[in-house]
C-alpha cells in the first residue's frame, strides 16, 4: 500500500490488505479457546478483543500524527513493518495446541476426557451445515454486522454534515466507539460466564440495537451523542469474543477454527451490503435517521433470533 500510485494499484493491494485483515481474527479466537478451557476461555477471549480494540484506537491516534508530518505512504510501511515482525515472533513462540508441548488447556483438565471422547469419532462436516443452530448463529451474525456498519462507517459524515459538528469533534466518534470496546469485551466475556452465551449475545445485540435509536433520538445534542456512542462501543467490544465462544459451545472444539471462517462470510456479507444500502436509503431521504433505524431494526432482529438457539446434538 506504501507504494501505490493510482486508483488500480490501491484497489488491489488494498483487498490484500483485506484478505489479511478478514483471517487474523480466526486463528487467534481459535488458537485461544485451545489453550484456555470453558471455564477461562470466556475472559481470554474478552481480553483478546481488548487488544485488539486497544489497537484501533491506538492506530486512530497515532497514524494521523505520521500523516501529518511525514505522509501516509510512511504510515504504511510502520504498519506493514510490525506486521512482519509478529509474523516472526509468532511463528518463535506459539504453538497449535498446549498438547504439542505436553501440557492441558488451562483450566481444563476435566474436559480434556470428554473431548477425547468426542474427537475420537470423524465429525461430519456437512452435518455441522444442516444444523440449525448454525444458520441462526450465522444470520444473527449477517445482521449484527449489517447493524454496526451502518452506524460506524456513517456517524462522521452524520454528524459533520446532518448535524453540524465540528469535524474535530465528529471525527472522535471512532475514538470513542474504540477505547470503549476495551473495557467492554473484557467486561461482557466475565458476564457471559456467569449467564451464558446464548443469553449474552441475545441481551449484547438488543441493547445494540437500542443504543443506535439512541443516537438517533439524540439529535446533535454531543453529550448525548457520545454516551451512546460509548455505550454502543462497550457492546460492540464484546461482540467477536461472544461468537467466537458461541462457536465453541456449540460445536467440537477441533472445528471451531472452520466453524468461525464460515461465520465470517455472514460477518462479511453483512459489512459489505451495509455501506451500500445505508449510504443508498441516506441519499434517497435526505437523512441517516431511516439508514441508521433500518440498522437497529437488523441488531434487533439478531437478537431476538438468538431466542430460538438450542444445543445441537452431537456431531458425528
Sequence with gaps: MGKADNLFTSAIFFSLVGVGSAAMWVPNATLIQKWFGVKKKGLALGILNASSGAGFGAMGLFLPMIVINYNWRIGWFILGTVGLFLTILNGLLLRDRPEDIGLTPWCGKNEEKKENNILSKRVDYFEILRQGQFWIIGISYLLISYGSYALIDFIVTYGKMELNIPYSIASLFITVTAFTGIPGGILIMIISGHIGTKKSLGITYTLMGLSILFIILSGSNVLLLVIGIGWFGILYGGVFALVAACARDFFPREVTGTILGLLTFF????????????????????????????????????GLLMAFLRRPREFV
Excluded at 268 to 290: C, E, H, K, N, Q
Design 267 to 302: 460477518y462479511g456479507a453483512g459489512a459489505m451490503v451495509s455501506p451500500v444500502l445505508t449510504g443508498y436509503l441516506a441519499d434517497i431521504s435526505g437523512t441517516f435517521r431511516w439508514s441508521f433505524s433500518l440498522g437497529a431494526f437488523a441488531a434487533l432482529l439478531a
